[in-house]
């Protein structure tokens, strides 16, 4: 059902645990404090949210976490256990899990998306001008895949970010700036409220399979390079 790792691993540090596969129906699996979250839910649904959770607890096993729920808290937000920080992430097919003791790790932030053709409003949706000028001029299928690259760079910032401010932002509060050869990204934000370690936080991207994945980490001391 699941690789270890092998398609978000190389984004995150060393000592991160990645679990990832396939997108199943696991009821029996899904512990009963979960269910409250998730009960009505329809079958796509329910797969997703009972992989993720699936995933979640052999990541925390690998980290030497005993199983327990992972409930969704305000706005979905997992609530992981003390001393754990982690990042969900499901495509219709494909679900990955990644999970790190914190500290060392403050937050970690990914997200996968299918490569697929985008209407022009979702280009204007997730884009700035800045980075629409960074798009323009690039043919079509290579325009949808780096307005998906800036998508799940803004939502895995968005999600790292989150656990620490607990804040909403729009896809217009986040600039990102790809750099394509080095396989990483820049977020920004002048958002209020942001603090100052956040409001430029270096991720790294990948293409393959059919999808764009970013993975993106803030250590507790930010004077530490990250062990990659
Ligand atoms: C949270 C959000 C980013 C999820 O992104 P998505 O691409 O739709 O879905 P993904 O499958 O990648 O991620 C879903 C998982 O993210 C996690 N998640 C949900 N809300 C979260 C939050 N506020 N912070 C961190 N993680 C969150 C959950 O684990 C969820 O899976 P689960 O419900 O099965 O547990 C998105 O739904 C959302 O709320 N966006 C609003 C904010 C936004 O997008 N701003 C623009 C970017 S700055």
Redesign the pocket.
Known sequence: MECMGSLIAPLFSADAIAVEGSVSLVDDQILPEEWEYIQGAAPKRRA??GT?RVFARRALAALGVAPEPLL?GV????LWPSGITG????TSDYCAVVARRSPPCRSVGL??EEVRPLDDFIVRLVSTPTERRWLSGRPGQARDVLTLLLFSA??A???LQ??ITGR????Q??EVDIRLAAGSFEARTAAEGVPPDLTSVTGRFRYAAGKVLCGVELPCDPTRELDR
């Not at 990042?87 to 499901?90: A, I, Q």
Request: charged share 35%; net charge negative.
């Open positions: 997703e949210f993720a969704p706005d979905r937000a997992p990042s969900v992430t499901h997200d996968a803004k939502e910032y968005y999600k989150y656990r909403m932002l729009d896809f509060d986040v």
